[in-house]
């Protein structure tokens, strides 16, 4: 799980769903468009020349991207500690870190307030590419709508019908983030209209969801549309009223697999060599809790690069636990495959050096040539390690 930000639960009425004309003005909003259809994308690409050492760069518990002299003074530590991939967050608490027309056209607000007249993603990626680093659009929020916004905050507001529902016909509120209800259509075009925006505007080198893109706390699903979808596709029956049940956690990881492929197929048909990357939790409580089945992303061949949250507190855990995730992996996917590794929480830094070190080795041990760092703050305590192991 992320380090936390700001959300609670909230009782929400919602009306069914109906076909409202979003879509139309998100077209407008972004340029150019392309059809939506939910076809097999291609297959996956590789196109980094080098193992992935990667750092996530965030807007919270860090400055960097309050300006460019930031920008630069962080991108010149990433050179210098090995990083060659930055994962830099592009959309939170309903708002992006660059000017967003898809955004705004929902919200009223085309950046967040805190970098008004700036746009943060450019600098970004001008002074990493002077250093030879990509830069990866994260869109960290993905499918959540709000943190500790009881009534789901301005997207709720908007568009009511988006809201994520439980049982009891309650927002969905998990661990204080809310949710919209990511098997809906209008907001699976707005998620993808922003992922097309970045890929469209911006020379970026890849775009990046994590544990909530594509996802949903598996306590969702009973909004009037997935309850209509789901009898249209099961003789009428209702969905079980178990929200483990097997076969109804199947059927909407299932469904958010598909939406991975179409957005999969739809950035690279902008810029096939824009790398899609994805950062779930483990496997199988990703899918358990928030239906990501990531092993059908890579099997699928929906994503090029999988980096699994893999963060544990100590040693031991983090090799059992990354024992087991190498066990979901097919012939060839090792390749793909860099634990996400967690070096800082907001203000508190989590392995010493030797457990650090003893990680990477580890990583090693295994095949794994590289991996990324949560979060950048954390590189600073352990610059002269990560210099020593730049080119292992």
Known sequence: MRSKKLIISLTLSLL????????????SALSPTSPISPTSPTSPTSTQEAPVKGVWLTNVCSDVLDSRANIIEAVELCREVGI??????????????????VAASLTGVEIEPRFAGRDPLKELI????????????????????????????????????WAAMDIDGKLVSKNNFQWMNAIHPQVQDFII?????????????????????????????????????????????LPPTNYRDSGWVNWRAGKL????????????????????????SIHPWAKEEYLQDWPQWLHK???DIII????????????????????????????RFYPGVLIQVEDSVIPNSA?????????????????TLFFYEGLKHFKELLIRYKNL
């Open 257 to 280: 697999t598909e939406f991975l492929g179409r957005l999969y197929r739809e950035v690279k048909e902008i810029k096939p060599n824009t790398v899609v990357s994805m950062a779930p």
């Open 301 to 303: 061949g929906y994503c």
């Open 126 to 161: 001008e002074e990493s590419h002077k250093r030879g680093i990509k830069v990866h659009a994260w869109f960290e929020f993905g499918f959540s709508c709000s943190y500790m916004q009881e009534d789901g905050g301005v997207i709720i507001r908007e568009k009511p019908h």
């Open 355 to 371: 457990m650090l070190e003893e990680i990477i080795k580890y990583n090693r041990a295994n095949g794994l040539k590289g991996e």
């Open 193 to 237: 209209s922003l992922v097309k925006e970045v890929v469209t505007n911006y020379n970026i080198d890849g775009v990046q969801g994590d544990d909530r893109l594509p996802a949903m706390p598996s306590t969702g699903g009973y909004d009037p549309f997935t309850v209509e979808l789901y009898k249209s596709e099961h003789n009428n029956t």
């Open 16 to 27: 069914c769903y109906s076909a409202l004309s979003f879509g139309s003005s998100l077209g």
């Open 308 to 335: 699994p949250q893999v963060y544990r507190h100590t040693l031991e855990a983090y090799k059992n636990t990354l024992d087991r995730q190498l066990e979901y992996l097919g012939p060839g996917d090792r390749e």
């Open 84 to 101: 060659n991939h930055i994962f830099v967050v592009t959309w939170n608490r309903a708002a992006t870190t660059y000017p967003s027309k």
